[in-house]
């Protein structure tokens, strides 16, 4: 007996065609009663459907919006059951995002029969100090990043004797890579934003804001949802006002998760950061004082005062209490968003959690563009803020890249500062500048040009910029040079001595060859060739080639690779 | 047309007026930052830096079909380069242009936040991921087919 | 008050002031770019950072406050390659073209490249193919984006002292630069800019230049004059400078007690200057002949005697009445007093107005 259908629709989920599916299912089954819930994390799977049964609930992965499949699948035939990896719940922990995907996201009734707003409703019953205090004792630092306690943060602001305080939540998720916020918003709105009402009552900040990215339009829709379902009940009402919440979108800029630069923008203006102190605390958003925190934080806020900060230090470590939320990516068998406490060691969230091939992985880029990438032998380093930056990485906001043997750590480098050197906002010289020329360097090291002078040149250049740089963009720019060089260096000189690219990834240092021995002369590669460099008795001609994979994409019988440039040296990935 | 006048009575509202003016006729023209100057009382040249700091606001007017590829850390590890690539060649565009009849546009554009699917590219907002070079031309020519029936 | 220690000595300084101004009164010289002494500090060109001993921070100096307690470093090994960096960056993104900049011997950039003993910027040598194009479609001001530091100088002094708010940053990154509105030039019709020059005056590069003044000379071949502008009652000071006794440009003078302290002008008192050498300029009285019609020179006191004469005729013949006095905004207060007190004391009438408008 189906009591009622959930269908998974995040934005991972739609993109994968839950709309379609959704649409289909009522289609075939109008009686059912369909729900529309977030993301549980498993977005290899997507699109997935559960199908509630008095006997429990029943997973279905990569639904087709197809009638037979449909039909079949409310049968509850045995086919295309989702299972997830059972190594995985060895690692995890769904602490904070216990209700992500169980909820229909933008129902407050669901979100209050699941213990929703009794957090703030606690809260409203302590005095604010206690609540500070309460957040202080679980300990809990800020999930953007940084690592700052957020208690003392809180205790900055409620400090302030103005009338006028500002809190804000950064959603300005621009590291690429990174859903973890998107899921968030996505899928457990209120629980976010009852956070943030705790935090109003704890600080006496009496105006709300969420700056959130403009490319996040249903967590956008969501939010907006639910902030008037709150404004409705009433549950805006602290200190005997109503608080106004407002969602402000970004407008594609990555500088604007800084601080300064978020509340620039905010204000409309350009989203240049400013020189700190005065502190945001002291002098923010209009000059008012203003607390940002991110909304992973925000999101553990509710945990901890219905908890109580003693009982919710007890998951994580010492240092670094909780748990965290990552986007595991890369050249894994399971990526998606996972929820783990502090502690766990990178090699089990990348092989028991991601199933990556044991073996496989030589590192993994946590952080994201400010962070750094880690090689295999630390992979039993626990993840926590200060055994990460220790190893030169960041925690970061939780984006998990995990590279694979066959990719190429300098064109992963040039890949990262190419991104933060195009976000530049270019105020400072050293930033502006100084992350242009270490690209540049970078792709002479790529395209076959470089010399080992351009090697020492990015080794030394590299913690100017982090010294001299006004903002953090700037100061971190150069992490995923500096540490694939100081991990990976060989690569590196694999690349200016011998001009070789051991991954094969670098286009200017391979060559595309058809084994003519494997060859059946199909010819689906001289069809699909876009540039014609593939003559009829099937020999390619690299000078005219531009790499683009195609004939290797369509060869039936795996005859084209890719090989070293001017050497008959395969090299397996 | 967004309501300018209610806007522009506070200033943090630039952004927001830019964004609905984008909405309206998918780009930001000259005339449109005169309008925003006057009804925000601020120097044009104000609103030309802040719109051209931000990538989401285009100054040229794009195509009917706007091509995201993107270029987020997944998506570039699956090959994202060469999606653009491909795009490139079967349009006859660089990146940021608009085909001469004004049918696409292409834009590589940072994380779309679907890793899962890498690589992807999304068409007026319409995500397709998994992409193959033949995924891909197959899908620039169904756009094309549909609009030479109609 | 703080107490701070400076290079190892320790001095009582207001806790209200930044590091640089506090350092820079007791003697330390703080290389700097982006600061201006008209202007507020927004710290963006690095070449003034110091060190925080206490914290081993690099902090720039022009944005940072002194606190009591502060323990810092204006000169060491660490902040030379630093700065040197900075300067090598801004030369790598700079065209070599000193021998034929206009800016050559005026020009902050250059002084600190030879400062710290840069030939060749080692991040691929200096920019050979320049990124913009000139702007030069207005009568006033040349702007060469390639020049540019984007030190911001020349659009806080607009925004600031000015307020014609006529630049502004555009675009991002390494692709910023200075514009103006709708990308147009700075005299267009869309333009706020009204040829103040104060962009000009305050840029510390040849980025910005007098489009009349160029090729008329570097500013070390240049003779100074200050002088009082003589186009309104304000009575602005302005520095003419001029090469074989002509004027070829009108510069800033930054003083307190001045009508306008932080260098301020307007487009006359800019590049209102060709008339001094303009034939057709009258340096002596003229009185016309009424046979021939034709004006005559002559020498002052006949001229006055003849001015005079006419005024008793005048007031004989048709009464006080028939008078009225324009005079000028270009005259003093005490002129204008004077030629009020000359209309109605002498003459009888209070027919008198005021141009108060040029």
Redesign the interface.
């Known amino acids: 007996m189906i009591n009622r259908i959930k269908i998974g629709m995040a934005s991972c989920g739609v993109a994968a065609g839950a709309n379609e599916v959704k649409d289909k299912i009522a289609e075939v089954a109008p009686e059912e009663e369909i729900v529309e819930v977030g993301c549980i994390g498993h977005c290899y799977a997507e699109p997935i459907v559960e199908i509630e049964t008095d006997e429990g609930s029943i997973f279905f992965q990569d639904v087709e919006p197809d009638e037979d499949f449909i039909n079949r699948m409310l049968e509850l035939e045995d086919f295309s059951r989702f299972t997830p990896n059972p190594e995985r719940e060895k690692w995890e922990k769904k602490f904070v995002t216990e209700l992500s995907g169980k909820i229909d996201p933008v129902s407050l009734e669901e979100y209050r029969d699941r213990g929703g707003y009794q957090g703030l409703e606690k809260a409203l019953e302590m005095a604010p100090e206690e609540v500070v205090e309460e957040v202080k004792t679980s300990y809990l630092r800020g999930r953007g990043g940084g690592g700052f306690p957020t208690g003392m943060k809180w205790s900055f602001l409620a400090a302030k004797e103005e009338e006028d305080k500002v809190i804000i939540c950064n959603a300005d998720e621009g590291d690429p890579g990174a859903f973890m916020d998107r899921t968030v918003m996505e899928s457990i709105p209120h629980q976010m934003l009852e956070g943030m009402l705790i935090g109003a009552h704890a600080t006496g900040a009496n105006r709300l804001f969420i700056y959130c990215r403009a490319e996040y339009p249903l967590a956008v829709r969501n939010l907006n949802t639910a902030i008037s379902q709150i404004e409705e009940a009433g549950l805006n009402r602290i200190g005997g006002k109503d608080l106004k919440i407002t969602v402000k979108e970004g407008a594609g800029a990555f500088v604007c998760g800084e601080e300064t630069a978020l509340i620039h923008s905010l204000e409309g203006k350009r989203g240049t950061p400013r020189y700190r102190p005065p502190y945001p605390t002291d002098k923010g958003y209009k000059g008012r004082p203003s607390m940002i925190n991110n909304v992973e934080t925000f999101t553990n806020v509710p945990l901890i005062i219905r908890l109580g900060g003693e009982e919710y230090a007890r998951v994580g470590t010492e240092n670094s209490t909780g748990t965290k939320l990552f986007a595991l990516a890369g050249d894994l068998e399971y990526s998606g968003l996972v929820e783990v406490p502090m502690g766990v060691s990178i090699g089990d969230v990348i092989y028991g959690i991601g199933g990556a091939e044991e073996g496989s992985i030589k590192a993994v880029q946590i952080g994201g563009p400010s962070g750094g990438c880690i090689p295999e032998e630390y992979f039993d380093t626990p993840i926590d803020y200060d055994s990460l930056n220790e190893l030169g990485a960041i925690m970061g906001s939780g984006g998990l890249i995990a590279i694979s043997k066959g990719r190429c750590m300098v064109e992963t480098a040039r890949y990262f500062l190419d991104f933060t050197a195009k976000e530049s906002c270019g105020k400072c010289t050293f930033c502006r500048i100084g992350t242009k020329r270490m690209l540049e360097t970078l792709e002479r090291v790529t395209g076959g040009e470089g010399t080992v002078e351009d090697v020492e040149l990015l080794s030394e250049l590299g913690p100017k910029i982090i010294n001299g740089s006004l903002c953090g963009l700037g100061q971190t720019a150069p992490n995923p040079v500096l540490t694939t060089l100081k991990y990976f260096k060989n690569e590196y000189l694999d690349h200016v001595e011998d001009k070789h690219c051991p991954a094969l990834e670098c286009d200017a240092l391979v060559e595309v060859e058809i084994d003519n021995e494997v060859c059946i002369e199909c010819g689906q590669c001289i069809k699909n060739c876009p540039v014609d460099v593939i003559s009829d008795d099937f020999v390619i001609d690299n000078e005219g080639c531009t790499r683009c994979n195609s004939c290797i994409e369509v060869c039936p019988v795996d005859a084209i690779s890719r090989v070293r440039k001017g050497g008959k040296v395969n090299v397996a990935n | 047309m967004p309501d300018l006048a209610t806007l522009g009575q506070e200033k943090s509202n630039l952004i927001k007026a830019l964004q609905e003016q984008q909405r309206e006729e998918g780009y930001i023209s000259d005339q449109a930052i005169k309008n925003i100057s006057r009804e925000f009382d601020m120097a044009p040249v104000e609103v030309e830096g802040v719109v051209s700091f931000y990538t989401q606001f285009k100054r040229i007017k794009p195509g009917k079909y706007k091509i995201q590829v993107c270029d987020g850390t997944a998506c570039h590890i699956k090959g994202s380069k060469l999606v653009l690539n491909w795009a490139q060649d079967h349009l006859g565009i660089a990146e940021g242009e608009t085909d001469e009849e004004g049918l696409f546009s292409l834009d590589a554009v940072a994380c779309l936040g679907c890793c899962s699917l890498a690589p992807v590219i999304s068409i007026n907002g319409k995500v397709y991921g998994d992409l193959t070079r033949k995924k891909l031309l197959k899908i620039l020519k169904d756009y094309r087919a549909r609009e030479e029936d109609e | 008050m703080a107490e701070i220690s400076i290079n190892g000595s320790s001095y009582q300084v207001d806790d209200d002031r930044t590091i640089l101004s506090a350092a820079s009164e007791l003697g330390y010289d703080i290389p700097t770019l982006c600061h201006h002494s008209v202007i507020s500090d927004?710290?963006?060109?690095?070449?003034c950072?110091i060190e925080n001993k206490k914290s081993g921070?690099?902090m720039?100096s022009c944005?940072?406050?002194v606190a009591d307690g502060m323990v810092i470093e204006t000169e060491n090994k660490r902040l030379r390659?630093?700065r040197k960096?900075?300067i090598e960056?801004?030369l790598?993104?700079h065209p070599n073209d000193c021998m034929t900049c206009e800016a050559d011997g005026n020009c902050e950039l250059q002084d600190l490249a030879y400062e710290f003993g840069i030939d060749e910027p080692?991040?691929?040598g200096f920019k050979e193919e320049p990124r913009f194009t000139i702007e030069r479609d207005n009568p006033f001001i040349e702007h060469d984006p390639d020049k540019c530091?984007?030190c911001?100088r020349c659009t806080r002094v607009d925004q600031e002292v000015q307020c014609?708010?006529?630049?502004?940053?555009?675009?991002?990154?390494?692709?910023?630069k200075v514009?103006?509105?709708?990308?147009k030039d700075l005299g267009d019709e869309?333009?706020?800019c009204v040829f103040c020059g104060q962009c000009v005056e305050i840029c510390p590069t040849g980025a910005l230049s007098y489009a009349p003044s160029l090729g008329e000379g570097r500013e070390y071949q240049l003779k100074k004059t200050e002088t009082t502008c003589g186009y309104c009652g304000v009575g602005c000071k302005l520095e003419l400078k001029s090469r074989n006794n002509k004027v070829v440009g009108a510069g800033s003078i930054y003083r307190d007690n001045l009508p306008n302290p932080d260098g301020e002008a307007c487009v006359k008192g800019r590049f209102g200057y060709e008339f001094i050498d303009h034939p057709d300029r009258l340096t002596k009285p003229l009185i016309k002949d009424k046979e021939s019609g034709e004006f005559k020179e002559t020498d002052w006191e006949e001229a006055l005697d003849y001015v005079a004469d006419n005024f008793r005729r005048i007031k004989r013949d048709h009464g006080a009445e028939a008078f009225g006095a324009l005079c000028s905004a270009r005259c003093s207060n005490e002129e204008n007093y004077l030629i009020q007190k000359l209309m109605r004391a002498s003459i009888g009438t209070h027919t008198i107005d005021h141009c108060a408008r040029l």
């Open positions: 927004c710290g963006a060109c690095r070449v950072l921070n690099l720039p944005t940072t406050k390659r630093a960096t900075v960056l801004l790598s993104d080692p991040y691929g530091i984007l911001g014609s708010d006529a630049i502004e940053f555009v675009e991002r990154g390494f692709a910023a514009g103006a509105a709708l990308k869309d333009s706020s």
